[in-house]
């Protein structure tokens, strides 16, 4: 079964630092994609970042980056140079192929709320 | 704007009624998810569709129901309303149904059962 694992229910930072968010998962597929997403308290999901289990290289969009340890199973999220905008819930997800019939089935964690303080 | 609509914002129903929730993808896109984010239950997926054809079945419920339009617009059908079924009702769009697409989510129908 997939299962994705987001330990941190709530993470405060100050304004300017950096933060890593955790999220570790399972998966017996070889193939699986990694993603994380920030919903803000208007409610809408916002994708920020995605990991592909073949990706040799850490992938990163902006102040955002994946620390992609594959050994570990473990892919969190770190935000350089945090703002007060960050302040959001955020979902680590993994897409990943159940089986000969090739149906991919998106599996979210419970989230990480994000306070950002100035 | 993820380019992704979903009609209505908001819906208030009394329990054991039907309700439909609509979902248009963004221009180009062939695949439509339907999650379920409840506070108890987190974001659960629940179906997809790809090009017309259910692709991916999740947590649904046998009362649910969904279909995908020649249009590619996308419809989540809910019967028999139960209290529990109180959530937010997203709708996502990608590309093509594969491992490495991102998905673009729509706002979201706010489902109230009373």
């Known amino acids: 079964a997939q299962k994705i694992t987001q330990t941190q229910p709530g993470m405060f930072v100050q304004e300017k630092e950096a933060v890593t968010l955790d999220c570790t998962y399972d998966t017996s597929d070889p193939s699986y994609g990694l993603f994380w997403y920030k919903q803000p308290s208007s409610g809408e999901m916002i994708f920020l970042i995605y990991?592909?289990?073949?990706?040799?290289q850490n992938a990163t969009e902006g102040r955002y980056s994946l620390n992609f340890q594959k050994a570990r199973k473990s892919a969190n999220l770190v935000i350089s140079a945090s703002q007060l905008g960050d302040s959001a819930m955020y979902f680590c997800a993994m897409r990943a192929a159940l089986g000969a019939g090739g149906s991919y089935i998106p599996t979210f964690g419970r989230g990480t709320s994000l306070i950002v303080h100035p | 704007d993820s380019g992704v609509t979903q009609t209505p914002k908001h819906l208030i129903t009394a329990t054991g009624q039907r309700v439909t929730l609509r979902c248009s993808p963004r221009s180009g896109d062939l695949s439509v998810y339907w999650y379920q984010q409840s506070l108890d239950q987190g974001l659960q997926f629940l179906i997809q569709y790809y090009n017309g054809e259910e692709r991916a079945k999740g947590n649904i419920l046998e009362r649910f129901s969904a279909q995908q339009f020649p249009d590619l617009h996308s419809e989540l059908n809910l019967s028999s309303l139960e209290l529990g079924d109180s959530a937010l009702y997203f709708c996502a769009s990608s590309t093509n149904p594969g491992t490495g697409d991102e998905q673009y989510f729509g706002p979201g129908t706010r489902l109230t059962v009373t």
């Open positions: 990991q592909g289990s073949y990706d040799q």
